[in-house]
């Protein structure tokens, strides 16, 4: 029954119009980017790799599909929890707002299989978006740009990553990437539990995920102590596989922050929803 409800929350969120606004931002951002690149791309990457010119010498292709699939990632990443609230905020609170939630209590099934079944659907949907945006940049990059060595600056330098030590990289970073934006998901379903209409979650889950960014970002003693438990301070952590050694150690880290959390917003939905007056 949990899953036969899944499919039909599935098909819910793929019969709204604000489902398809995260896929066709996204497709004209990766599209805008690969213009850009290939009109300019050589003088931007030279502009940054320019300090490290005059002790090393950069032979083949630079500007290749690999580079620009990072870019890409780095650029778009951080805007897609807004496009995952935008969705996954409306999941419960629409229902009370539209009163199809007394409907679904009538069925034969615990309000805890209801919540579990929009957990589900939620994260088929940012399962979705991940992989399409992660295929569509690597794919088309491939395509346009063909492949080579991956260049990736980072705080201790340059670290330059060889082609077909690249695409498992990729992969792994997705997959962390996805559990962070699950993570955003489970926050935005936790609030909808609580809220009558679907702007108050969305809302609130980008407040949430500001705020604990400015508090992760500021040089302040007080919050070192609370900065590791923030989820926003792991989000970032699919970035790590392109580090040279990869740091396994402080992903695994990052993944149970990222999973102590996601389990947290479902206990709280769970309870939530078991509470909630639904005859009003």
């Known amino acids: 029954m949990i899953w036969k409800n899944s499919y039909n929350e599935l098909i819910k969120i793929l019969a709204k119009p604000r489902s398809y606004l995260g896929v066709g931002a996204l497709t004209i951002l990766v599209a805008i980017i690969i213009f850009a ?5 050589k003088s931007i990457v030279s502009f940054v790799t320019s300090t490290f010119e ?32 935008l969705v996954t905020g409306d999941l419960v609170s629409g ?19 209801i919540i579990a079944s929009k957990f589900i659907a939620g994260g088929a949907y940012t399962l979705f978006i991940t992989l399409w945006l992660g295929c569509v940049s690597w794919g088309v990059c491939q395509l346009v740009f063909g ?8 705080s201790d330098g340059l670290v330059i990553l060889k082609a077909q030590d690249v695409l498992w990289r990729f992969e792994a970073g997705m997959c962390v990437a996805f559990l962070s934006l699950f993570t955003v998901a489970s926050l935005s379903i936790c609030l909808s539990t609580f809220a009558e209409n679907s702007i108050g979650p969305i809302v609130a889950t980008m407040a949430t995920i500001l705020l604990f960014t400015i508090i992760g970002t500021l040089d302040v003693t007080v919050f070192d102590t609370i900065k590791p438990y923030l989820f926003t301070t792991h989000m970032a952590s699919w970035r790590s ?3 040279d050694p990869v740091p396994f150690e402080d992903i695994k880290q990052s993944i149970v922050v990222l999973l102590i959390h996601i389990v947290v917003f479902i206990t709280v939905s769970l309870i939530s929803f078991n509470k909630k007056d639904i005859t009003s």
């Open 147 to 154: 492949s080579g060595d991956l260049i990736v600056l980072n």
């Open 37 to 41: 690149m290939k009109a300019d791309g």
């Open 54 to 85: 005059q002790s090393l010498s950069f032979n083949g292709n630079v500007v290749n599909g690999n580079l620009i699939t990072f870019i890409i990632l780095q650029m778009l990443i951080v805007h897609v929890p807004l496009l995952v609230a």
């Open 241 to 243: 596989f392109f580090e």
């Open 95 to 113: 229902e009370a707002a539209m009163g199809t939630i007394r409907m679904l209590a009538t069925r034969p099934i615990s309000r805890s299989q």
